[in-house]
């Protein structure tokens, strides 16, 4: 399998130059110059093996150059009953007869970013022997709050890299922000942004394609790469569950082989619900992807209108990972709609970033509309949607599944359609307890108690057990209490390598 950038599709690069590199040098996106695909007879056979034996059936047939060995050692070592609560890794939740959670947090930081980012170091390191690379490799991240800490974790000691990690200054839950100031490791560092997401991920792109900087980095046996989802290593271990949780419904008999399902995706970097998009293209029977956003709705719009535009308000939400105004993972959809018209491509994110918006062809968004229904709701409607939620099924979700969920609750009411539906679960309710709570049981009750208390009081109310890697931070010391300007942040990363 050969991979091509989003913006000139005229080289080719291995699945190992893409890990390692994360984003090309023309500040494109890496994708693969052509689809596998996924019979439906293979399909079967996956409701009857393991999550690892599913990944390495999906992953195989993307990343070609590592040998069985390789992959299989990458795989064994990401999803261990140590590192997962579940032995399903993914488990998929029957909530009634229409609707399914895929529960993608039972990971080492509560979140989805987990599933991909728990294999990611051992995908990258492999990649850098696979190519002879002998510089440390330097991995820069901008989160909106889960991606930090998962990729802080899946990186700590691990042999040739280095990570450091940007995060909005007040734009994570408290938990989010806990779990990434306290990170042990040798390798790591952590620094707040004064600004939002964009901002940090603005940052931090902007250090990808400094080509001085990078000459600097190189004369210091250093070399970056990335762990957001525009490293294709991060983004390809996401298309697995979707084929995992449609395998887990076959075994369960809720669905037939090749009978459609929906797919509902909480997003706003459009890397998980693009996962998703995948896996259809590879052959998953699907009938509608539901993209569902926030009050930072620049994806509903688009989807709607075919025009993205980041020029609007942006609103600090309770669904804290989703409040971004610029979705760097739309461009791999974009690519593939337009035909793969690099140089479309390379127009339209140059608009986005003079103009903060573009217009793709009318029919790019027939494509786009046909395939994808898009709806946003406000905090309001997320909190009445985890009290709702839990009302009628004793069942707990944190905000972002809570967007998830109204929106296809707005989709069935809008259509009528009766498909079977998997909506992502992309994070324990514990992560955003605060909120939750709220939720449930009203504002008074959360008064002057701290996150530990709360996070026993949503123990107690949900039955679920609080995850230890949550309860555990409650005894770790603050080790990073750093905070910066955007236009500082390649100064914060010189400072943590000890390069002038």
């Known amino acids: 399998m050969q991979y091509q950038s989003t913006r000139n599709k005229s080289m080719r690069f291995s699945s190992s130059q893409v890990i390692k590199q994360g984003l090309a040098q023309d500040g494109g996106l890496f994708v693969p110059v052509s689809q596998p695909s996924v019979t439906l007879a293979e399909l079967a056979d996956m409701s009857k093996v393991s999550y690892n034996e599913r990944a390495y059936r999906i992953l195989s047939k993307f990343l070609t150059d590592f040998t069985e060995p390789e992959l299989r050692e990458c795989i064994n070592n990401a999803y261990t009953k140590e590192k997962f609560e579940t032995e399903a890794v993914a488990p998929v939740y029957k909530l009634n007869e229409d609707t399914f959670i895929l529960e993608l947090w039972h990971g080492p930081t509560c979140a989805f970013k987990d599933m991909a980012l728990q294999i990611l170091p051992h995908l990258l390191t492999q990649s850098a022997k696979k190519t002879?690379?002998?510089?440390?490799?330097?991995?820069l991240v901008a989160t909106s709050g889960d991606t930090g800490k998962a990729a802080l974790e899946g990186f700590k000691d691990v042999a040739g890299t280095r990570i450091m990690v940007f995060y909005p200054e007040n734009g994570v839950s408290e938990i989010q922000k806990l779990q990434m100031i306290t990170q042990e490791g040798?390798?790591?560092?952590?620094?707040?942004?004064?600004?939002?997401f964009d901002d940090a991920q603005n940052g931090v792109k902007a250090i990808f394609t400094d080509t001085a900087y990078k000459a600097l980095l190189e004369s210091n046996n250093l070399m970056l790469s990335s762990a957001n989802s525009i490293n294709w290593g991060r983004l390809v271990p996401q298309i697995v569950y979707y084929f995992s949780a449609y395998a887990d419904m076959l075994n369960s008999k809720e669905i037939e082989l090749g009978q459609a399902i929906n797919i509902v995706v909480p997003t706003g970097n459009f890397g998980n619900i693009l996962a998703a998009y995948y896996a259809y293209k590879m052959g998953l029977p699907v009938h509608k992807l539901v993209c569902a956003s926030n009050e930072n709705n620049v994806l509903t719009e688009f989807i709607k209108t075919g025009v993205y535009d980041r020029n609007r308000k942006f609103f600090t939400t309770?669904?804290?990972?989703m409040d971004i105004l610029i979705s760097s993972n739309l461009e791999r959809l974009l690519f593939d709609v337009s035909g793969e018209d690099d140089e479309l491509i390379t127009k339209l994110m140059k608009n986005l970033a003079e103009n903060g918006r573009y217009e793709i062809p009318s029919e790019m968004k027939e494509k786009i509309s046909g395939l994808f229904w898009a709806g946003s709701c406000d905090d309001a409607s997320t909190m009445k949607t985890i009290k709702d939620t839990y009302e009628a099924y004793g069942y707990v979700i944190d905000t972002h599944t809570a967007v998830g969920?109204?929106?296809?609750?707005?989709?069935?009411?809008?259509?009528?359609?009766?498909?079977?539906?998997?909506?992502?679960?992309?994070?324990?309710?514990?992560?955003?307890?605060?909120?939750?709570?709220?939720?449930?049981?009203?504002?008074?009750?959360?008064?002057?108690?701290?996150?530990?208390?709360l996070l026993s009081m949503l123990s107690e109310k949900s039955g679920m057990k609080t995850p230890k890697s949550l309860a555990d931070l409650q005894t770790k010391p603050v080790i990073y209490d750093m905070s910066c300007k955007k236009e500082q942040m390649q100064q914060v990363v010189s400072d943590f390598l000890k390069i002038e």
Not at 132 to 139: A, D, H, M, P, R
Not at 186 to 193: G, Y
């Open 318 to 321: 309770i669904s804290p990972s």
């Open 186 to 196: 040798n390798n790591v560092h952590v620094a707040a942004v004064a600004g939002n």
């Open 132 to 139: 002879g690379e002998n510089k440390e490799i330097v991995i």
């Open 405 to 453: 969920k109204k929106i296809y609750d707005d989709y069935k009411d809008a259509t009528g359609d009766t498909h079977k539906t998997i909506v992502a679960s992309t994070a324990s309710p514990f992560k955003f307890n605060q909120s939750v709570i709220i939720a449930l049981e009203g504002h008074q009750v959360v008064a002057g108690k701290d996150e530990f208390t």
